[in-house]
């Protein structure tokens, strides 16, 4: 019989010099501040930047939360990735309701987001509703590197407790089912894997209408792949678990 280690899928190796193109996206444990835009390049919660003032839920008529704000225009770090010509790249999610249950796309116009697909549940609701306007925090990147695509079980498992493993660029790192993108809806064409919301990180959180605190969760240990098209501006989100 073959070690644990030796059961690990080589199939799923990846191309040497694509991989570690990408980042991890670190939110500190930070206070939030209610209303305005931190100093920091990239962010988290808060208002949407640029024109656009708000994207509203399809399914609960909650504001989306702005989960991660990278500012591609003022980071040559990220243009380099090759995945948005927007000068911001918006990752949004409902904090109230399963919208990403299935596969959503948001699509930024001048003023404006259009939001196609996602759960269209009844009921919708998992929490009574939030606090608004969204606390934001500022965010860090760390550039990928070898550790990021464990070669075996244990250097997996390894990774595994470093979770959440947020991430801008690069490719998920288990399973060749993952390289398999969505469609745009607009184009119809396959988009490109642009990163990760993974599960909980205690350090985004936003209060519900109740004043209690929730924290990011995407699901037990799962995560929200995000693919773009640079085309037609979008970004389509798709639940892995
Ligand atoms: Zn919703
Ligand atoms: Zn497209």
């Known amino acids: 019989m073959s070690s644990s280690e030796d059961d690990f899928d080589e199939s799923d190796a990846f191309p040497e010099d694509y991989r570690l193109k990408g980042y991890r996206i ?48 003022a980071d040559a ?23 990403e249950h299935y596969v959503y796309w948001t699509y930024f116009k001048e003023d404006s987001v259009e939001i196609i697909g996602g759960c269209r549940s009844e009921p919708p609701h998992i929490l009574p509703g939030v606090q608004l306007p969204y606390l934001c925090r500022p965010i860090q990147l760390t ?9 075996s079980e244990k250097l997996l498992a390894a990774l595994d407790q470093k979770r959440p ?4 660029g690069g490719l998920p790192f288990r399973g ?18 642009a990163g990760v ?5 205690y350090n985004v959180y936003c209060y ?14 799962d995560s929200l792949y995000f693919y773009t098209c640079k085309a037609c ?9």
Request: glycine share 8%; aromatic share 12%.
């Open 143 to 151: 550039e990928l590197t070898e550790c990021d695509y464990p070669s």
């Open 77 to 99: 770090r990220l243009q380099s990735l090759n995945l948005w010509e927007g000068d911001f790249l918006q990752l949004l999610r409902c904090f109230v309701c399963f919208l």
């Open 26 to 73: 670190v939110v500190p444990q930070e206070e939030g501040i209610v209303g305005l835009r931190p100093d920091s390049l990239h962010s988290s919660g808060g208002e949407l930047a640029g024109n656009i003032k708000e994207a509203i839920c399809p399914n609960c008529g909650t504001p989306l939360f702005p989960v991660f704000k990278l500012n591609f225009a």
């Open 176 to 193: 060749k089912y993952m390289f398999v993108s969505p469609n745009c809806a607009k184009c119809d064409q396959p988009m490109q894997f």
């Open 165 to 168: 493993l947020h991430q801008i």
């Open 197 to 201: 919301i993974d599960d909980e990180d």
């Open 208 to 221: 519900d209408s109740e004043g209690f605190y929730c924290t990011l969760i995407i699901g037990d240990l």
């Open 233 to 241: 501006m979008g970004i389509a989100f798709k639940f892995i678990y």
